[in-house]
């Protein structure tokens, strides 16, 4: 089974950028999909982006379109989520997994791995 690491995170100004990377060991990245999801306190998980594991197939959730960015590199094993134009509402814990599906209309709730997540917080 894959093995998750989220790192990237931190405290960022409104407008601001940041870049989110998911780590894979114990297995190779290739056959995977990959999702971002976020969960800030008092609110209900959020499915932000993912990105399929062959064809690259790639997912934004509406409150995220046009300013992140998901990406993969097999290579490295690792996927990026590229966050720019930063808002405060984008506060939260971001985590990577591995759902069981993903496609341009979203990703599944359920998930084989997931990491421990990282901090993002935006704020001035």
């Known amino acids: 089974q894959v093995q998750l690491v989220e790192s990237g995170g931190g405290l960022v100004q409104p407008g601001g950028s940041l870049r989110l990377s998911c780590a894979a060991s114990?297995?190779?990245?290739?056959?995977?999909?990959i999702g971002w999801f976020r969960q800030a306190p008092g609110k209900e998980r959020e499915g932000v982006s993912c990105?399929?594991?062959?064809?690259?197939?790639?997912y934004y959730a509406d409150s995220v379109k046009g300013r992140f960015t998901i990406s993969r590199d097999n290579a490295k094993s690792t996927v990026y989520l590229r966050m720019n134009s930063l808002k405060p509402e984008d506060t939260a814990v971001y985590y990577c997994a591995t759902p069981y599906y993903c496609s341009q209309n979203g990703f599944s709730n359920d998930f084989g791995s997931w990491g421990q997540g990282t901090q993002v917080t935006v704020s001035s």
């Open positions: 114990g297995s190779t990245l290739d056959y995977y999909a």
């Open positions: 990105i399929s594991s062959i064809a690259g197939t790639t």
